[in-house]
């Protein structure tokens, strides 16, 4: 009879090592069934770019099988089950959380609803629940006793026999009330998963155009919160508040547990709102952010810790003080969305516009943008009417790179372009187009291209030739003029675009760069060197490699540098200081800016030579901007900077001069010292 009731006993409790076993057994089928292509999730297909994670998917089912056959092996101990399906538990969630975050993070689209990837979740899901439903279960006590393999016997037990059996159950069966276990398991779980949630994209771009060799097939680009360097104060705070809460409920805290779980509920909701209401706009083709998978688990666990930590409603100031506390530590502490380093402006002196260390731009959302060019003011670029607006030409292969508009600090893709082995000059835009330079490497060819900011695409790699003898590219795009051979670009202050190469330069103002217009109309005095004018009329050129001869309204040529003897200081007269010419620009009210290796100077209507405040040297070129500013490409120490100097044009005038010549090398009169030669003006041609 015994034997009977044990063997219904085991009967009563089977169906959940059955639930186990085909959970195990439809989690294996899931991830070893060959899906669909389509999903961009498949796990068991031959591939080039196989999916990573197919290993740990692969643990799972085997560990279900593994809790399964020792389910069975204890199958007559019921106090042994138990404990084995409670480490169970939380050992399935792990191993769940983990295979699905390990496939999400990759950033392909169907890692997140591909049915390998939802019947993985789902069986690990369910095989917990079954787990924890065991548990977390009363036992009865007939089923102890049996356990205890004691025979009963047919006399009736004496007053020691029954104590001693109440002893017994009461260490077997008493557990702790379930609304106690409850209470301390759910904000335990909601804590794990939250720190688990930050492991996973907390930021999309929806992106509309291919983000180098996997843009085209993630289609999103996704950035962990960790990955936020602005957002890992506030990162840190949640993650130290939900282990506070994990460890109070393993603990059996009770007070600290509610405590902890408020607080941290109350910083998770504040800080994910805050960023989620921050978002800049999507850009008019769909180009933009959106909340990733993590902000909204978080949220949402945010949420279940405020409940739970409010329910039952005692100790309630307390619990109220700690959930204030996360309020204000959520609006305060530096979210995925903080503003972003905005430099002190100070008159006169350069400061940082965009720091591009190692040539790569971060911008205020995290996104990356490598500068693909040698020289960093051919990958920046404004308006060419003056109006605001700046956009980036970001490297994103090795024969492909992206234009990126940047607005509030914020850089978003528009355009892919396939330009081949030489990434192109970015002029600027005009009429919702943007004016390229594309080619112009040794003697290949080159041309000036007007590209729709509106294509989500084009090719201007110049490689193919149409049967007319047209170079081809992608409808839509225009080409304004071609050429061959080397080519390089400079804007100037009275919005025109100069190119030169070979022997040849053409100055061509931004209003005509249309379709149509003719090369020949441009060309200036001057054999293949730059050229730089101002709106007044000034017009600096170089006539060889270290020479500059500047021109103002009403006067002649005159030569500034490659006239005084080797090591001569700088001085208050240009043509009597050694300068080493590396770039030069004439900004909107005459100023000439002279950089190269040696300190960047800028010489003012006067004549007079002025050293820049901050003594910066190492300038790779130098550009004039229609608003009077002036900008400065720049690479100290082998990392590209971009600086900036607001009121360039006004301020030039109250620069500290030089001192005055020494007197071997002083050009302002007859020979004096060493000195056997006087600055003289030169023709147009050098």
Same mark, same amino acid.
């Given at each position: 009879?015994?034997?009977?009731?044990?063997?219904?006993?085991?009967?009563?409790?089977?169906?959940?090592?059955?639930?186990?076993?085909?959970?195990?057994?439809? %989690?294996?089928?899931?991830?070893?069934?060959?899906?669909?292509?389509?999903?961009?999730?498949?796990?068991?297909?031959?591939?080039?770019?196989?999916?990573?994670?197919?290993?740990?998917?692969?643990?799972?089912?085997?560990?279900?099988?593994?809790?399964?056959?020792?389910?069975?092996?204890?199958?007559? #101990?019921?106090?042994?089950?138990?404990?084995?399906?409670?480490?169970?538990?939380?050992?399935?969630?792990?191993? @769940?959380?983990?295979?699905?975050?390990?496939?999400?993070?990759?950033?392909?689209?169907?890692?997140?609803?591909?049915? /390998?990837?939802?019947? %993985?979740?789902?069986?690990?899901?369910?095989?917990?629940?079954?787990?924890?439903?065991?548990?977390?279960?009363?036992?009865? /006590?007939?089923?102890?006793?049996?356990?205890?393999?004691?025979?009963?016997?047919?006399?009736?037990?004496?007053?020691?026999?029954?104590?001693?059996?109440?002893?017994?159950?009461?260490?077997?069966?008493?557990?702790?009330?379930? #609304?106690? !276990? %409850?209470?301390?398991?759910?904000?335990?779980?909601?804590?794990?998963?939250?720190?688990?949630?930050?492991?996973?994209?907390?930021?999309?771009?929806?992106?509309?155009?291919?983000?180098?060799?996997?843009?085209?097939?993630?289609?999103?680009?996704?950035?962990?919160?960790?990955?936020?360097?602005?957002?890992?104060?506030?990162?840190?705070?949640?993650?130290?508040?939900?282990?506070?809460?994990?460890?109070?409920?393993?603990?059996?805290?009770?007070?600290?547990?509610?405590?902890?779980?408020?607080?941290?509920?109350?910083?998770?909701?504040? &800080?994910?709102?805050?960023?989620?209401?921050?978002?800049?706009?999507?850009?008019?083709?769909?180009?933009?952010?959106?909340?990733?998978?993590?902000?909204?688990?978080?949220?949402?666990?945010?949420?279940?810790?405020?409940?739970?930590?409010?329910? +039952?409603?005692?100790?309630?100031?307390?619990?109220?003080?700690?959930?204030?506390?996360?309020?204000?530590?959520?609006?305060?502490?530096?979210?995925?969305?903080?503003?972003?380093?905005?430099p002190e402006r100070i008159a006169g002196a350069p400061h940082r516009l965009l720091d591009l260390n190692g040539g790569q731009l971060q911008d205020a959302m995290g996104m990356r943008v490598a500068i693909g060019t040698?020289?960093?003011?051919?990958?920046?670029? &404004?308006?060419?009417?003056?109006? +605001?607006?700046?956009?980036?030409?970001?490297?994103?292969?090795?024969? &492909?790179?992206?234009?990126?508009?940047?607005?509030?600090?914020?850089?978003?893709?528009?355009?892919?372009?396939?330009?081949?082995?030489?990434?192109?000059?970015?002029?600027?835009?005009?009429?919702?187009?943007?004016?390229?330079?594309?080619?112009?490497?040794?003697?290949?060819?080159?041309?000036?291209?007007?590209?729709?900011?509106?294509?989500?695409?084009?090719?201007?790699?110049?490689?193919?030739?149409?049967?007319?003898?047209?170079?081809?590219?992608?409808? &839509?795009?225009?080409?304004?003029?071609?050429?061959?051979? +080397?080519?390089?670009?400079?804007?100037? /202050?009275?919005?025109?675009?100069?190119?030169?190469?070979?022997?040849? !330069?053409?100055?061509?103002?931004?209003?005509?760069?249309?379709?149509?217009?003719?090369?020949?109309?441009?060309?200036?005095?001057?054999?293949?060197?730059?050229?730089?004018?101002?709106?007044?009329? @000034?017009?600096?050129?170089?006539?060889?490699?270290? #020479?500059?001869?500047?021109?103002?309204?009403?006067?002649?040529?005159?030569?500034?540098?490659?006239?005084?003897?080797?090591?001569?200081?700088?001085?208050?007269? +240009?043509?009597?200081?050694?300068? @080493?010419?590396?770039?030069?620009?004439?900004?909107?009210?005459?100023?000439?800016?002279?950089?190269?290796?040696?300190? @960047?100077?800028?010489? %003012?209507?006067?004549?007079v030579l002025r050293p820049l405040p901050g003594h910066v040297a190492g300038v790779a070129s130098i550009e004039a901007r229609a608003d009077g500013s002036v900008v400065l490409g720049v690479s100290p120490g082998g990392?590209?900077?971009?600086?900036?100097?607001?009121?360039?044009?006004?301020?030039? /005038?109250?620069?500290?001069?030089?001192?005055?010549?020494?007197?071997?090398?002083?050009?302002?009169?007859?020979?004096?010292?060493?000195?056997?030669? #006087?600055?003289?003006?030169?023709?147009?041609?050098?």
């Amino acid at each position: 009879m015994e034997t009977l009731r044990h063997r219904a006993a085991v009967r009563r409790t089977g169906w959940h090592s059955l639930a186990l076993a085909g959970l195990a057994v439809a %989690t294996a089928v899931s991830v070893l069934l060959p899906g669909s292509a389509s999903t961009g999730c498949y796990l068991w297909r031959a591939t080039t770019q196989p999916v990573e994670g197919r290993g740990p998917a692969l643990v799972l089912p085997v560990v279900l099988i593994a809790v399964v056959l020792a389910d069975r092996l204890w199958a007559d #101990r019921s106090a042994v089950r138990r404990r084995v399906r409670g480490w169970a538990a939380p050992g399935l969630a792990v191993l @769940t959380a983990a295979v699905w975050t390990g496939l999400v993070v990759q950033g392909r689209s169907g890692c997140s609803s591909s049915p /390998a990837v939802i019947g %993985t979740l789902a069986g690990g899901t369910l095989a917990v629940g079954v787990c924890v439903h065991w548990a977390t279960r009363k036992v009865p /006590a007939r089923e102890v006793l049996l356990d205890r393999g004691e025979t009963v016997a047919d006399e009736p037990l004496n007053q020691s026999e029954l104590r001693a059996t109440f002893v017994q159950l009461c260490d077997l069966v008493a557990v702790r009330p379930a #609304r106690g !276990t %409850t209470a301390a398991l759910v904000p335990a779980a909601a804590s794990a998963l939250l720190l688990l949630s930050t492991l996973l994209p907390w930021r999309e771009l929806v992106d509309a155009v291919a983000l180098g060799p996997a843009g085209a097939e993630a289609g999103l680009l996704r950035v962990q919160l960790w990955e936020l360097p602005y957002a890992v104060p506030w990162a840190v705070l949640v993650a130290v508040l939900a282990l506070a809460t994990l460890a109070a409920a393993v603990a059996r805290a009770h007070l600290v547990r509610r405590t902890a779980a408020a607080a941290t509920g109350a910083l998770t909701i504040t &800080g994910t709102l805050h960023a989620l209401l921050q978002l800049p706009p999507r850009l008019p083709d769909g180009v933009g952010y959106r909340p990733g998978l993590g902000a909204w688990i978080a949220l949402a666990l945010g949420v279940l810790l405020v409940v739970v930590s409010l329910l +039952p409603l005692r100790q309630l100031p307390l619990v109220a003080a700690a959930a204030a506390l996360g309020l204000v530590g959520g609006l305060l502490v530096p979210d995925a969305s903080a503003a972003p380093y905005r430099p002190e402006r100070i008159a006169g002196a350069p400061h940082r516009l965009l720091d591009l260390n190692g040539g790569q731009l971060q911008d205020a959302m995290g996104m990356r943008v490598a500068i693909g060019t040698s020289d960093p003011l051919d990958s920046i670029a &404004g308006r060419l009417d003056g109006t +605001p607006g700046i956009w980036l030409l970001g490297r994103t292969g090795s024969e &492909g790179s992206t234009v990126f508009a940047y607005a509030d600090d914020i850089a978003l893709p528009q355009v892919a372009l396939s330009h081949g082995p030489t990434p192109p000059a970015l002029l600027g835009v005009t009429d919702q187009r943007m004016l390229l330079l594309a080619g112009g490497a040794g003697d290949r060819p080159w041309a000036v291209l007007s590209v729709p900011l509106d294509l989500v695409s084009a090719d201007i790699s110049l490689s193919h030739q149409n049967p007319d003898g047209t170079y081809y590219v992608t409808p &839509g795009v225009e080409v304004l003029a071609t050429g061959t051979g +080397p080519a390089f670009t400079q804007r100037s /202050a009275d919005r025109s675009i100069v190119i030169w190469g070979g022997m040849r !330069t053409w100055q061509i103002p931004a209003a005509a760069l249309r379709a149509g217009m003719k090369l020949d109309g441009f060309l200036v005095a001057g054999a293949g060197r730059p050229v730089s004018a101002g709106p007044d009329g @000034t017009v600096a050129r170089q006539t060889s490699q270290n #020479r500059v001869v500047l021109q103002r309204p009403g006067s002649g040529p005159v030569q500034l540098t490659g006239v005084a003897p080797a090591g001569c200081p700088l001085s208050r007269d +240009p043509a009597s200081s050694s300068l @080493t010419v590396g770039a030069f620009a004439v900004d909107m009210r005459g100023n000439l800016w002279l950089g190269g290796s040696s300190e @960047t100077v800028v010489v %003012t209507p006067d004549g007079v030579l002025r050293p820049l405040p901050g003594h910066v040297a190492g300038v790779a070129s130098i550009e004039a901007r229609a608003d009077g500013s002036v900008v400065l490409g720049v690479s100290p120490g082998g990392g590209d900077q971009v600086l900036v100097i607001p009121d360039a044009a006004a301020s030039a /005038a109250s620069y500290p001069a030089a001192g005055e010549p020494a007197a071997r090398c002083d050009q302002r009169k007859a020979a004096g010292g060493s000195a056997s030669y #006087r600055i003289a003006p030169v023709g147009a041609d050098g």
